[in-house]
């Protein structure tokens, strides 16, 4: 797989919110770094370099709803906080939650990644 190297913190972020509106597993793969991480807040590891984050993504792409929506954007060095609201199937039904990211990015591309999550609202 060819790595890019995105050259502000906020362009891989994007870049990953991008990939993940299209439900395209290779392209979120591309903006994590080979050993990247990802957590639920404050600290629960969900997922431990690319052999594991891509069968998670790939599980969360089958929602035919999914969507994530950028309510803010915060750049502080190389943290990028967002605010999103997303879109999903829960097995109790379609709704929303809102959700916050904090992505750490070295050498241009996600080295972890860290979610809260709020509270389900169904349609």
Same mark, same amino acid.
């Given at each position: 797989?060819? =790595?890019?190297?995105?050259?502000?913190?906020?362009?891989?972020?994007? !870049?990953?919110?991008?990939?993940?509106?299209?439900?395209?597993?290779? !392209?979120?793969?591309?903006?994590? +770094?080979?050993?990247?991480?990802?957590?639920?807040?404050?600290?629960?590891?969900? !997922?431990?370099?690319?052999?594991?984050?891509?069968?998670?993504?790939? !599980?969360?792409?089958?929602?035919?709803?999914?969507?994530?929506?950028?309510?803010?954007?915060?750049?502080?060095?190389?943290?990028?906080?967002?605010?999103?609201?997303?879109?999903?199937?829960?097995?109790?039904?379609?709704?929303? =939650?809102?959700?916050? +990211?904090?992505?750490?990015?070295?050498?241009?591309?996600?080295?972890?990644?860290?979610?809260?999550?709020?509270?389900?609202?169904?349609?």
């Amino acid at each position: 797989m060819t =790595m890019i190297i995105y050259p502000k913190p906020e362009a891989v972020v994007q !870049a990953q919110l991008d990939a993940y509106n299209a439900r395209d597993v290779d !392209a979120i793969l591309k903006t994590y +770094a080979i050993d990247a991480q990802q957590f639920e807040f404050p600290g629960k590891l969900l !997922a431990s370099g690319h052999a594991e984050i891509r069968p998670r993504m790939a !599980a969360r792409f089958v929602e035919p709803n999914l969507h994530a929506r950028l309510l803010r954007r915060e750049v502080i060095g190389h943290i990028v906080i967002d605010h999103e609201e997303v879109t999903r199937t829960f097995p109790e039904g379609t709704g929303r =939650m809102e959700m916050t +990211a904090i992505y750490e990015i070295k050498n241009g591309l996600i080295q972890s990644a860290s979610v809260a999550l709020g509270a389900k609202v169904l349609d």
